[in-house]
């Protein structure tokens, strides 16, 4: 069994012999982190070609302007979910060829306890009642943009933008901001501190 995260992070494994790995450097994490944007990037234009495809061999010969390929629900949802397992399982790999810590470790791979669970989602209703009261009150905006509007009529599958705006895309920000980037940097700016020290 892993040992259990504490309050700054995941426990560091202090089996004798055993000294407890590192992230990648910052210039590394960077670097490796551009390469996920740039795959990313590179998924979501393979869908886009994909999706467009047909069209083009029907005859059809006007190019979608960018206005319209942005406020394209199905596309968006098509996107997302199939690009968001190339942005997570890359971080998975590179957190793998990081030799002495654990991919769990890494990523912050943990369930977090009930107590937390409760106040983190209290805290979520909280910022989401005062974004949207700025939102209304201070900036006089609509609560829902036009193009969220656009993007669920023109969705043609409601359940796939769901999935990828709630699931998909969420996991995947998750696996390369907070799991893979955040703590490369962190781990680089404690090891700069502890210089200082």
């Known amino acids: 069994l892993l040992p259990p995260p504490t309050a700054s992070g995941p426990a560091e494994d202090t089996s004798p012999g055993q000294t407890p790995g590192r992230p990648w450097g910052v210039w590394a994490t960077v670097g490796l982190t551009l390469s996920i944007a740039v795959a990313y990037v590179l998924a979501q234009s393979a869908i886009l070609v994909a999706y467009l495809a047909p069209d083009f061999l029907r005859g059809r010969q006007a190019v979608p302007t960018v206005d319209e390929i942005g406020r394209d ?16 399982g890359l971080c998975v790999l590179f957190a793998w060829l990081r030799r002495g810590i654990r991919v769990r470790d890494y990523l912050g791979l943990y369930r977090p306890g009930l107590r937390a669970a409760i106040w983190f989602c209290l805290a979520l209703v909280a910022f989401a009642v005062a974004s949207d009261l700025v939102t209304t009150r201070v900036m ?15 969705a043609r599958v409601p359940a796939l933008l769901w999935l990828a ?15 893979f980037l955040f703590t490369g940097l962190l781990g680089a700016t404690r090891v700069w501190w502890r210089s200082l020290a």
């Open 165 to 179: 705006i709630v699931v998909a895309g969420p996991i995947a920000e998750e696996f390369i901001f907070r799991g």
């Open 140 to 154: 006089r905006q609509p609560l829902v943009p036009d193009v969220m509007v656009d993007l669920y009529r023109n």
């Open 73 to 88: 629900g199905l596309l968006l949802s098509l996107a997302t979910i199939f690009s968001a397992p190339v942005g997570a």
